[in-house]
C-alpha cells in the first residue's frame, strides 16, 4: 500500500474489471476509454484479455475494422453519411480502406489513439491479465505481448469479478 | 503560488480527463489546476471526475467554444 493513501480511502476505493474479447480497432475503445478514465477517478480496474482481445496487447498493433457484421456502421463523408453495408466487405480492399478512413477521422477530431490509451492503462497501474488459454490456443508467445502483464485464466478472473463492484464484458 | 494550466483544447474524450489527472499529480495540495478545453462533453466530465476523486471544482465556465475549469487539489 503506498505511504500517501489512507486506509479510509483504501476502504472506499471502488473497482472494476472488464472482459475485453475483440481486437478490432473499433471495439477496441470502449474498453480502453471505460479502463483508462475509471483509473483516472481512482477506481482500481482489471482488464482480462481474452480470444480477439488479446491482439490489443501485442507489441506491434496493426488493429483494423470490418464492415462485416456491422450492419449499423456510416462513414462521414463529405457532409453526408455513408453506409456499409456488410456485403461490401468481400470487396477486396474495403476493409482496409474503412480502416485508413477511420484512423484519418480518429486524428481529425483529437480522438485518442489505441497505442495511447494502452500506454495511459499502463501508466495508471492498469491491472493486465493476458489469457493463458487463448495465447496457447492461437500460439502467441508472452514475449510477443507488451511488457507489464500478467498471465492468468478464469479462475483468476473470478476471484477479481466476486470483489469488482462493476464487471463489464466488451 | 505558481499557476497550474492544462491546454486540453481540440481533445476528445477521454484525454481531458486523462492528461488533467496526470497534471494534477504535480499540483500541491490546495492549489488550482486551469484546464481548457473545446470538448463539450468535458463540462459534464470534470464535474464527475471532481465528484468522483473528491477534487473540488472551483468553477466550471465557457467563453465562445472553449471550456474553462478550475479543479483544487485535495
Not at chain 2, 492549489?31 to 464535474?47: H, K, M, N, R, Y
Not at chain 2, 464527475?48 to 468553477?59: D, H, K, R, Y
Request: aromatic share 6%; glycine share 6%.
Amino acid at each position: 500500500m503506498p505511504d500517501n493513501v489512507t486506509h479510509e480511502e483504501m476502504d472506499n476505493a471502488k473497482s472494476m474489471s472488464i472482459i475485453v474479447t475483440k481486437g478490432t480497432l473499433d471495439w477496441a475503445y470502449p474498453p480502453f476509454i471505460l479502463a483508462t478514465t475509471a483509473a483516472a477517478m481512482d477506481i482500481n480496474v482489471t482488464m482480462f484479455f481474452t480470444f480477439y482481445g488479446l491482439a490489443l496487447l501485442k507489441k506491434d498493433l496493426d488493429l483494423k475494422i470490418s464492415t462485416l457484421g456491422n450492419p449499423a456502421m456510416e462513414m462521414p463523408m463529405m457532409g453526408m453519411h455513408m453506409a456499409m453495408p456488410n456485403i461490401v466487405s468481400v470487396i477486396p480492399g474495403v476493409d482496409r480502406m474503412a480502416t485508413t478512413m477511420m484512423k484519418n477521422l480518429i486524428k481529425k477530431k483529437g480522438v485518442a489513439s489505441i497505442p495511447e490509451l494502452r500506454e495511459a492503462a499502463v501508466d495508471l497501474d492498469i491491472r493486465i491479465i493476458a489469457c493463458q488459454m487463448t495465447l496457447d490456443l492461437f500460439e502467441l508467445k508472452q514475449e510477443d505481448m507488451i511488457d507489464g502483464i500478467e498471465i492468468g485464466g478464469a479462475a483468476t478472473y473470478m476471484e477479481t469479478a466476486t470483489k469488482s463492484d462493476i464487471n463489464l464484458y466488451i | 503560488m505558481a499557476e497550474h494550466v492544462l491546454n486540453a483544447e481540440g481533445l476528445n474524450c477521454p484525454l481531458p480527463i486523462l492528461k488533467a489527472k496526470k497534471a494534477l499529480k504535480s499540483v500541491p495540495q490546495g492549489e488550482i489546476l486551469v484546464v481548457t478545453s473545446t470538448d463539450p462533453g468535458s463540462v459534464a466530465d470534470f464535474a464527475a471526475f471532481c465528484n468522483q476523486t473528491g477534487n473540488e471544482l472551483v468553477s466550471s465556465s465557457n467563453e465562445g467554444n472553449v471550456y474553462r475549469f478550475e479543479i483544487k487539489r485535495v
